[in-house]
């Protein structure tokens, strides 16, 4: 009897453990189902070749000058992930012309060619947990696009195949419509035993040259201050930014004399500062613009006191059309006036924004060819006519003045008007993900524009002009439709 009983209880016992493992399985599946539902997994892409024909693009041609003709191509991956309190994003991309033969891998022959390039790769950590009344409150590591308001001064330059990114830390707060972030860079060339010196315009032979991410010289480090509040009418923001660039000396020696940059220990520090707005007046009129003024020493240590100041008006005639005229002042030097190691710098530097979103479709102006130090004026008028739910219209007409005087070079002046262009563009989009765009420009410049001091072109074509098209494709690997 004894025995029969002690088997009974041992069947229990082991019932009971039996329960226990199915309880505590259960729980786990529980836990690791909701883990699974909480995550989410993103696998997206684009695929965006664009051919272009340039007879005068960004610069003027001398004239007979044969016009340009290729095909670049950006191909991106793009990889994330959403887990409980933190998300994970990695972006890759390949970027060359059509007929580029180099290997991507090629340590010869690849400093210009750009190739394969972590665009993005970031991890941010959410510091607000899930009964926090704050909506976000986060930090964002890594290389990441940084883009903010229109893109004037701080923009992820999305038009350039390359695009733009930074190095960087970011604290993100966002609640009841308010948003404060607090950002900071520091940029090495490499792993160093001693020092911090950094060359923002590292030679080829190092194996690469600033690139793309910053025309002419790279920050060293860089803080800044954003923030902004949504009202009913509209958005404002204010903008504090510090950007550092390692302070050099020049060097003459040997014979024939030769300068040579040499770096050394300290910083240069430019200072931008200033308010963006955003208003809708009525139902149909809208007001956009801003206005920005930089202090401190420009990236060659002189000192700087310049200004910026943008209107954009954009009006809705009927329900498809849209007009908007405008006016950009970017502040520059007096042309006819030396500029001395002392002197103060008054040409406004746009920083990292978009400038193919502004001062024309051609890129004349703070793109990649330079155009002097006398600032800018740009009147506009641009307008868009949705012709159909996916089909769109653009035409955009600019008038380029220099902002100061420009020197004729024999001691007087010359007009300060540059050149007048016209920007066609049409965009249709197939499919969700599948957009095709093309896009005609044609400038009348003037003398001026050829001029020494602007774009210094002898024997220049003054009548410059530019197309293109462009596919773009953006999949949605896990989107089955």
Known sequence: MQKITTTIQKI????????????????????????????????????????????????????????????????RLNVGFTGYRFKFFVAVQDVRVWGQDASTINRVTTAENN????????????????????????????????SYDDQKVIGGLDWLQQARYHDA????????GWT????AAFNQNKELLAGTIYNGVPSATAGYTAGTNALGTNYKSLEYVYLARKFFFGDISFLFLSDNFNK???????????TTKVNEEGIWTRNTTGFYYN???????????????QFGHDKNGRSLSSNLASITSTLQVGRKLFVGPGVDYLSGNDGTEAVTATSTNKQFDPLYGTPHKFWGNMDYFYASSGFGSQG??????????????????????????????????????QTSYLGTELDLKISY?????????GGYSFMKATNSMASAQVKNVANASLSPQWAYVMVNIKPNFLNKK
Do not use: C
């Open 429 to 437: 989009s197939l499919t969700k993900m599948v957009n095709i765009e």
């Open 279 to 293: 208003v809708n007046a009525t139902r149909k009129l809208k007001f956009e613009g801003s206005i920005y003024h």
């Open 115 to 146: 190739g394969v390039q972590l665009h993005e790769a970031w991890g941010e950590i959410m510091l607000n947990d899930t009964i926090s009344n704050i909506q976000n409150l986060s930090l964002k590591i890594g290389r990441q696009e940084i």
């Open 248 to 258: 050099y000396t020049n060097v003459t020696a040997g014979t024939p004399p030769v």
């Open 376 to 413: 800018l004026l740009n009147y506009f008028l641009k307008t868009k006519y949705n012709l159909k739910d996916n089909l769109t219209l653009f035409a955009d007409l600019h008038g380029f003045q220099s902002a100061n005087s420009l020197s004729n070079g024999a001691g007087g002046e």
């Open 12 to 75: 229990k016992a082991l019932k009971k453990t039996k329960n226990s493992k199915s309880i505590m399985l259960g729980l786990a599946i529980t836990l690791f189902g909701s883990s699974v539902a909480n995550a989410q997994f993103t696998a997206t892409g684009q695929f965006r070749p664009r051919t272009e024909y340039r007879d005068g693009y960004s610069t003027l041609q001398v004239n007979n000058a044969d016009a340009a003709a290729f095909t670049s191509q950006r191909t």
């Open 169 to 176: 830390i970011v604290l993100k707060y966002f609640n009841k």
């Open 180 to 183: 404060a972030d607090f950002g």
